[in-house]
């Protein structure tokens, strides 16, 4: 397999190199996109669409109101489209170029409105297959942050790392969190130390829009992607409103404001701040376990960033993101300041400080706009003090990012490229109850991608980058993704790709802190972090996509299938003894098979359909052979139902099925701790009713979990969380019931 893929990997790169330029000018219309301001003089247009009339080629017209297409032999005929403009349908026979004149819907006597914006949508051109989750996607659920903004997404697991601290964590194709990497605005975020808790530290409300892609990712953006990349785009200062509130409460307690700021200032500059508060001082055990159902406290969370935009294609941002978490939980009478590190009652506490800032650098040529340069830089400083019970956990990171990207032609637009170097940095300091971890990586590395496009046909990416890491040495990183048009509405995708990454065993399994498991590390003693080898997977996928019109609405299906093989994975085995929980490298077949069918339909009028089925097969070999990955459903289906009025009323309802659970061995515990080999099936559903008044107010009340369904038993041994037995983290279901929410949204424009 690997001999194949170099062999894909030398065709994609270079054979098609051979016909650069036998391409003739006439394959192509270009041309450009005005329209008039106030004063009467003519604009460029950003972002005006054009395709050809019953076909899915087309492309956006760039900051100059420039485009180029690639011409198609089922038509002349061109449509432009654009928001608060008239759509337009023109006839390109013997033209290689035009300037398009837009008109604005004001000069219009009518306009009648013959589609609606899906929330959701697959990228048909992208020969990544691409999930898009916009906004108003996100408005269906209580989306307070980034962890529980996937409650309507098929494509992400959302399940909780134990019973006391409440957190929730993200899987895609069976594998935990940290295995998908999540970028903010293409660079990195949440990862290190944050990558458990890093989800809830972008509020929901900041959130633009989410870019979801399954398997290996671009090269362009690192190394570490295994499952996936999530890429979250937060609100633009340059188009985002003036002012944006939303209230939010729940009957657990938590409260929460957001309060978001954009303004303009001249010409070329904006401005965003993006500010966050949330509260919940209310002590709840609705399962009388003795145990806070939710942890208690406090987060404030605020960004603020600068953007200049230049007439000469020079782009330039800059921002600060500060983060301070206080939280504490565990047994209901746990007074920190009493009660802290004794054994007296069981305490959480876990406080996080994190301050980071970035800046991204780009310049656009007006005369050539296939060619741009761009420098991102990040930095930031991350600190968790927390304590569980007896454990005591002290972390710090220091962290640092740059990559320079350039872009460029070979030739024409068909044929594309994308190079550049980067630089990760890492500083790791943690204590585990007085044993130090520290560490320091470097890791400077380069990379080139050539793109193949021909919309109407076949399209290709295929990347490769050299990395060298301080402790592990050399490493190659080669990726390819293929698409392929089978028919007009008909697309497959393939891909291939390897991913590397060092696992941050004591940060992302903050949940075993939670138990009387003791931490055994079965490292070879070296100066490797925590004596143990990186984790080294190879990724494969495919996607069918097939969008459709029926009685004059549309939809489409979706088929994919990818597999996950680890040549070396960092292993967490619960199975050898319930008393245990040891760290170790591979020492077998690990492998993760993912297949999921999605369908999405208008069936009447304003009433959108989303079905999905998705089967696991996620095996790893632990000391006691080959086993399911403990507490991953083998099976979940998904249903979500979203109507919309013509008066505004919005109503969604969200069906999830989870199949059965493997439960970790707790065979030679005494009978009464004691947990079956597997759970049972469940099912969730979460509803929310919204009202939109006139564009501005939106009132929303919804349900979470609305059969009140719970984990009969999240604790083992609740009442002696200080014996040998006690384990909150086999954690297989909802941990607390219904949950009833209300809050408001207003706006400014």
């Known amino acids: 397999m690997?001999?194949?893929?170099?062999?894909?990997?030398f065709l994609g790169l270079f054979l098609p190199a051979r016909n650069f330029y036998a391409q003739q000018v006439s394959q192509f219309l270009q041309g450009k996109i005005v329209q008039t301001d106030e004063s009467g003089l003519s604009q460029p247009v950003t972002g005006a669409a054009v395709y050809w009339q019953g076909t899915t080629v087309g492309a956006l017209s760039d900051k100059n109101g420039e485009f180029r297409l690639s011409r198609t032999t089922e038509t002349s005929r061109l449509i432009?489209?654009?928001?608060?403009?008239?759509?337009?349908?023109?006839?390109?026979?013997?033209?290689?170029?035009?300037?398009?004149?837009?008109?604005?819907?004001?000069?219009?006597?009518?306009?009648?409105?013959?589609?609606?914006?899906?929330?959701?949508?697959?990228?048909?051109l992208n020969p990544l297959k691409t999930e898009?989750?916009?906004?108003?996607?996100?408005?269906?659920?209580?989306?307070?942050?980034?962890?529980?903004?996937?409650?309507?997404?098929?494509?992400?697991?959302?399940?909780?790392?134990?019973?006391?601290?409440?957190?929730r964590q993200i899987q895609m194709l069976g594998l935990a969190g940290p295995y998908t990497q999540i970028t903010r605005e293409n660079i990195p975020d949440v990862r290190g130390l944050s990558a458990l808790y890093g989800l809830t530290y972008t509020p929901g409300p900041w959130v633009e829009s989410i870019q979801l892609n399954k398997g290996a990712g671009s090269?362009?953006?690192?190394?570490?992607?295994?499952?996936?990349?999530?890429?979250?785009?937060?609100?633009?200062?340059?188009?985002?409103?003036?002012?944006?509130?939303?209230?939010?409460?729940?009957?657990?307690?938590?409260?929460?404001?957001?309060?978001?700021?954009?303004?303009?200032?001249?010409?070329?500059?904006?401005t965003g701040t993006l500010l966050h508060a949330s509260d919940n001082r209310?002590?709840?055990?609705?399962?009388?376990?003795?145990?806070?159902?939710?942890?208690?406290?406090?987060?404030?969370?605020?960004?603020?960033?600068w953007k200049y935009i230049g007439n000469n294609g020079l782009m330039f941002q800059a921002g600060v993101k500060g983060t301070m978490s206080r939280q504490t939980g565990g047994q209901m009478n746990f007074i920190p300041e009493e009660h802290k590190g004794s054994a007296l009652f069981w305490g959480l506490i876990l406080n996080v400080e994190k301050l980071e800032g970035w800046t991204k650098i780009g310049k656009v040529f007006p005369d050539k706009p296939w060619k741009s340069i761009g420098l991102q830089i990040s930095g930031g400083n991350h600190g968790q003090k927390s304590y569980f019970g007896l454990n005591q956990y002290d972390a710090q990171q220091q962290t640092g990012y740059a990559n320079l990207i350039y872009q460029g032609i070979f030739g024409n637009t068909?044929?594309?490229?994308?190079?550049?170097?980067?630089?990760?940095?890492?500083?790791?300091?943690?204590?585990?109850?007085?044993?130090?971890?520290?560490?320091?990586?470097?890791?400077?590395?380069?990379?080139?991608?050539?793109?193949?496009?021909?919309?109407?046909?076949?399209?290709?990416?295929?990347?490769?980058?050299?990395?060298?890491?301080?402790?592990?040495?050399a490493f190659f990183t080669p990726r390819i993704h293929a698409r392929y048009v089978l028919a007009k509405n008909t697309v497959i995708r393939a891909s291939v790709g390897r991913g590397q990454r060092t696992a941050n065993i004591l940060a992302e399994n903050n949940g075993l802190f939670a138990s009387s498991r003791v931490i055994s590390i079965q490292g070879d003693g070296s100066n490797k972090p925590y004596g143990l080898n990186p984790e080294v997977a190879w990724n494969y996928g495919l996607n069918f996509t097939q969008n459709f019109r029926w009685d004059y609405r549309d939809g489409y299906v979706s088929l994919d299938f990818y597999r996950t093989d680890f040549q070396n994975q960092i292993v967490i085995d619960l199975d050898e003894s319930p008393q245990k929980a040891i760290f170790s490298n591979l020492t077998g077949p690990s492998f993760s098979n993912s297949f999921q069918i999605m369908?999405?339909?208008?069936?009447?009028?304003?009433?959108?359909?989303?079905?999905?089925?998705?089967?696991?097969?996620?095996?790893?070999?632990?000391?006691?052979?080959?086993?399911?990955?403990?507490?991953?459903?083998?099976?979940?289906?998904?249903?979500?139902?979203?109507?919309?009025?013509?008066?505004?009323?919005?109503?969604?309802?969200?069906?999830?099925?989870?199949?059965?659970?493997?439960?970790?061995?707790?065979?030679?515990?005494?009978?009464?701790?004691?947990?079956?080999?597997?759970?049972?099936a469940f099912f969730m559903i979460n509803g929310q009713i919204s009202k939109v008044f006139r564009e501005k107010l939106d009132i929303y009340v919804g349900v979470e979990n609305l059969l009140n369904f719970r984990q009969t038993q999240p604790f083992i041994s609740s009442e002696n969380p200080f014996s040998e037995f006690f384990d909150s983290g086999l954690v297989w279901g909802p941990i607390f019931g219904r949950n009833i929410y209300m809050g408001m949204r207003y706006k400014i424009k």
Not at 133 to 149: F, G
């Open 219 to 270: 090269v362009v953006n690192g190394f570490e992607s295994i499952a996936g990349q999530i890429n979250v785009e937060l609100r633009k200062p340059e188009t985002a409103d003036r002012w944006y509130f939303n209230l939010y409460a729940n009957q657990m307690g938590r409260g929460e404001v957001n309060i978001n700021s954009a303004h303009k200032i001249g010409e070329n500059w904006s």
């Open 80 to 124: 432009v489209s654009y928001t608060g403009s008239q759509r337009d349908t023109l006839e390109t026979s013997g033209q290689d170029s035009m300037i398009i004149f837009l008109k604005t819907v004001l000069e219009l006597d009518a306009v009648e409105i013959t589609a609606r914006n899906k929330t959701t949508g697959i990228s048909f």
């Open 599 to 680: 369908a999405e339909y208008e069936v009447i009028k304003r009433l959108d359909v989303r079905l999905a089925y998705r089967w696991f097969d996620v095996k790893t070999t632990y000391s006691s052979g080959l086993l399911e990955k403990p507490l991953v459903s083998a099976h979940r289906a998904f249903a979500n139902f979203a109507y919309e009025s013509r008066s505004y009323w919005k109503f969604d309802l969200t069906v999830n099925v989870q199949g059965r659970k493997r439960i970790p061995f707790t065979g030679s515990n005494p009978e009464p701790f004691q947990l079956p080999t597997y759970s049972p």
């Open 282 to 305: 209310f002590k709840q055990d609705n399962n009388d376990d003795g145990f806070l159902d939710n942890p208690v406290g406090n987060n404030f969370i605020a960004i603020n960033r």
């Open 414 to 473: 068909n044929h594309s490229f994308r190079t550049g170097a980067s630089f990760q940095y890492d500083r790791y300091a943690e204590t585990f109850n007085a044993v130090p971890y520290d560490r320091m990586e470097m890791v400077p590395g380069v990379y080139f991608e050539y793109i193949f496009s021909q919309p109407e046909r076949f399209s290709l990416i295929s990347g490769i980058r050299a990395d060298y890491h301080n402790i592990f040495g």
């Open 132 to 167: 898009i989750i916009s906004e108003r996607e996100l408005l269906k659920a209580a989306c307070c942050n980034l962890s529980e903004s996937f409650e309507t997404s098929p494509s992400v697991d959302v399940s909780f790392s134990d019973a006391v601290t409440g957190t």
């Open 2 to 9: 690997k001999y194949l893929f170099s062999s894909l990997l």
